[in-house]
């Protein structure tokens, strides 16, 4: 096994010369007994908004602290060692552009290795060693926790994570191997691969405790002296540790194995196999049952250096950086200065995605918010569902019981349009028809003040055409949301020409506070994902009409990543949408667009899948089957693929000249946050460029140079 004290890592420090170093800080805490614990503060010198982070530098400190530490235990100086972080932050591990810029295999091999040699430090000083999770811990930051022999978490904690696999890469300073044996194969898997693959969802710290990450959690505002004096009862004796989540032995002989291969399975119908990162974890896992820690760290140097020489970092990098920078800093958006105040919501709508979009606005806001429809009846059941939401939220302990009797009595119903008056936002989500959404506008506006918002949530339509009838179609705007609400991170704001400044600061700054990301969108059909899905499914349907099977065409567009097959994707937003979505974009660019007749059977027939009781999918319906049958030219899986890299280059390309976004990356942000296109793919526009489609259709390229990645 790699004898990590022979590695020259000195050149590693060499190519950091711009790093901004996280310092380890020690001082000594008195313990009962005449004891003493050494306390080691991680901290880069900057505010909260610059997080640790843990380049070489910062980690050759840190394993030179330990090192000193250990010689002060082995003398008999101190008796335990704790780690913590500065306010608000443990660390959020390595820096991903710096990682990024490794130049090589071997390079990237001994960044992995310097990560085990130094964390590993931990469980090695002679005397018991501590994790105090007093806030953010991402990646290496979380490993930092997990290479000690006992952790406590900070209460307020707003998120752990081992994020890698969402990134192109592994936890790979011992989180594959530590964490399965500690809580258990089944919650590893959950930490380690599905959450990241959920956009990246990161875990509270009541989700730290109850996996068994953390052996304590204690109040933020005592959580320093309460880490302390647990870790003093621990080192006494007088506290013993228990751990119900570590794996028995009946765990590693049969359960180990069962979970494998059901992420297995779970991984190929989900994402396919593009994406290279989930299963070199899924293999590490699997390997931690039986290895040593030696050999477990050993594999994660060298799967570590494979990805990071690979091309699919390259092109997470490239997103990773659209969502943590640009879409932080959107194109296009007014002084935030201008944006209005928000003191109460309107929500014109009380079905499923009004009353989605009411628990999304009180829940963020916590502002007053009021929905209407045409009768009580609707109107109760609307309410009611919210109340059922809120009431979930508060048996799965995401809020206090204080805080979901706030939210209920911030949220009321109404059929009386006059109880909209003094609503500064006012949102509608009712059915998808121009007429109607002009109709309530129009009736909602007698009420409101003339500064007041008017935000449409359509998909489809036109903005400008809705707002045409009012008197002030100056504050209309689009703020087109996806399903489900709650889980989906991107809103597209849609600018008319009439939109205004002060209206247009307010819906970005508005979707900010949702904590949503914003992308400007002109006002064209279907913006900017609908119109890019909108090629994908025209493209899939033309194959189907002409007599490819459904399974070919599936086969043949899985090489883009896409979450779900163009089958899978037209069960999800509803074969009647799907036609609608088709039907609109023909209807604007016939030339461009196709529109499926037998897409309108299915939608008739009200089927394409065929599922089990619990709703998972079996296959295609026969009967859906036979009603598309019939053509006589079906293409092959790589002429498929052809058409849509090249239809989908040449509108994305159109889009750019039509201005209706700024710029490639804003396009890339869009299909990332809401289509799901996978972070390894880097977007849409990338991938055109490495497969030749945009040298094709327009001769040149989205990007200069283009970008690595898969697909070539």
């Known amino acids: 096994m790699t004898d990590y004290t022979t590695i020259d890592f000195d050149s590693l420090a060499a190519l950091s010369d711009d790093e901004v170093v996280t310092r380890s800080f020690v001082r000594d805490i008195p313990l009962s007994g005449g004891k003493t614990l050494a306390l080691v503060t991680l901290d880069n010198g900057r505010d909260h908004t610059r997080p640790n982070t843990l380049g070489p530098v910062s980690l050759l400190e840190y394993a030179k602290t330990l090192d000193a530490l250990k010689a002060r235990a082995s003398a008999g100086e101190i008796h335990a060692v704790a780690v913590t972080g500065k306010p608000f932050i443990l660390a959020a591990g390595a820096d991903l552009t710096k990682v990024a810029e490794i130049p090589d295999a071997e390079t990237a091999r001994k960044m992995g290795q310097l990560g085990h040699y130094a964390l590993g430090k931990a469980s090695e000083l002679g005397v018991p060693s501590f994790a105090f999770i007093n806030g953010l811990a991402l990646g290496g930051g979380l490993e930092i926790a997990l290479n000690a022999d006992y952790r406590t978490v900070d209460a307020s904690v ?61 109040p933020a505002v005592s959580f320093l002296e309460d880490s302390i004096r647990w870790a003093e009862g621990v080192v006494s004796g007088r506290i013993k540790v228990k751990r119900p989540n570590e794996p028995g032995k009946v765990e590693r002989l049969v359960k180990w194995d069962v979970a494998i291969g059901i992420a297995s399975k779970m991984l190929k119908s989900r994402i396919g196999s593009v994406p290279k990162s989930p299963y070199v974890a899924l293999d590490l896992l699997k390997a931690a049952k039986n290895s040593t820690k030696a050999e477990a760290f050993a594999r994660e140097d060298e799967a570590l250096a494979e990805l990071i020489a690979g091309d699919q970092l390259q092109a997470s990098v490239y997103a990773f950086n659209l969502v943590q920078k640009r879409a932080k800093r959107p194109a296009g ?128 339509l036109s903005v400008e055409q809705i707002g045409a009838k009012l008197k002030h179609p100056e504050r209309v705007v689009g703020f087109h949301f996806f399903t489900p609400v709650a889980v989906m991170p991107l809103i597209e704001v849609v600018k008319t020409p009439h939109t205004d400044d002060a209206t247009l600061s307010t819906a970005m700054v508005t979707a900010k506070n949702l904590k949503k990301n914003a992308v400007i969108s002109a006002d064209t059909p279907g913006f900017v994902v609908n119109r890019v899905l909108a090629k994908l499914l025209g493209e899939a349907m033309y194959a189907v009409d002409n007599g490819t099977s459904f399974e070919v065409v599936d086969e043949a567009i899985a090489p883009l990543g896409l979450p779900m097959p ?43 899948l065929d599922k089990d009781d619990k709703g998972k999918v079996k296959g295609f319906d026969k009967d859906a089957l036979k009603l598309v049958s019939g053509g006589k030219n079906p293409l092959t899986a790589d002429e498929i693929l052809n058409r849509l890299q090249d239809g989908l280059a040449d509108e994305v390309h159109r889009m750019l000249d039509d201005g209706v976004v700024e710029a490639p990356e804003d396009i890339d942000l869009c299909m990332l946050l809401g289509a799901g296109f996978p972070f390894q793919m880097g977007g849409v526009t990338p991938y055109l460029d490495r497969v030749g489609a945009s040298e094709r259709v327009f001769g040149d390229t989205f990007h200069h140079p283009p970008i690595k990645g898969v697909g070539a």
Not at 187 to 205: G, M, S
Not at 341 to 351: D, F, I, M, N, R
């Open 158 to 218: 707003p998120a752990v994570a081992l994020p890698e696999v969402f990134l192109g890469l592994i936890p790979g300073w011992g989180g594959a191997y530590l964490l399965p044996n500690l809580i258990g194969i089944e919650n590893a898997l959950k930490v380690v691969i599905e959450n990241p693959l959920k956009q990246n969802r990161t875990l509270k710290a009541s989700d730290v405790l109850e996996l068994g990450i953390a052996d304590a959690l204690f």
């Open 333 to 460: 958006a007014p002084d935030k200065a201008l944006a209005k105040k928000v003191t109460k919501v309107g929500v014109l709508g009380a079905g499923y995605m009004a009353s989605q979009l009411a628990l999304l606005f009180v829940r963020r806001l916590r502002v007053p918010v009021v929905i209407t429809d045409l009768d009580q009846e609707r109107v109760d059941k609307g309410v009611a569902h919210i109340t059922d939401e809120i009431d979930a939220l508060l048996g799965k302990g995401r809020i206090s019981p204080d805080e979901a009797n706030r939210l209920k009595a911030l949220v009321t119903g109404t059929t009386d349009k006059a109880d909209f008056a003094d609503c500064d936002w006012v949102i509608e989500a009712v059915f998808e028809e121009l007429e109607i959404k002009q109709s309530v506008f129009a009736e909602v506006e007698q009420f409101v003040s003339p500064e007041a918002v008017l935000a449409t949530n359509t998909s489809s």
């Open 566 to 608: 163009p089958s899978q994707l037209l069960d999800l937003v509803g074969l009647k949408v799907g036609a609608h979505v088709l039907d609109t974009h023909h209807a604007a660019f016939p030339d461009r667009f196709y529109r499926s007749e037998n897409l309108h059977k299915l939608a008739d027939y009200g089927k394409l």
